[in-house]
């Protein structure tokens, strides 16, 4: 079992960035894929970032390419989220989560953090 504590959110301006923490507690978070995920007010949670046990592998959705960097070091049992050029758009509660098989699965969670980009 892994235990996920998020950081690093907050308010910021459009075209402001902000860097997102997820830290882990247990010795095996280099097995976990691990994903970012966000949930809008009215909108279903979708993810937004994905990155595998080891780091090699990674997945954006398309309005955040280019803009989204997803990181992990595995010895501090830390995932990032840097974002930059933010939008209105990209407010959200962000959660980190974690799964052995996929990034698209969410077997562990956080508890989420607080992302409002204003205009």
């Known amino acids: 079992q892994v235990q996920l504590v998020e950081s690093g959110g907050g308010l910021v301006q459009a075209g402001g960035s902000l860097r997102l923490s997820c830290a882990a507690s247990g010795r095996t978070f280099s097995s976990y894929a691990m994903g970012w995920f966000r949930q809008a007010p009215g909108k279903e949670r979708e993810l937004v970032a994905g990155?595998?046990?080891?780091?090699?592998?990674?997945y954006y959705i398309d309005s955040v390419k280019g803009r989204f960097t997803i990181s992990r070091d595995n010895a501090k049992n830390t995932v990032y989220l840097q974002m930059n050029s933010l939008k209105p758009e990209d407010t959200a509660v962000y959660y980190c989560?974690?799964?052995?098989?996929?990034?698209?699965?969410?077997?562990?969670w956080g508890q989420g953090t607080q992302v409002t980009v204003s205009s």
């Open positions: 990155i595998s046990w080891s780091g090699g592998s990674t």
């Open positions: 989560a974690a799964s052995l098989s996929s990034w698209y699965r969410g077997d562990y």
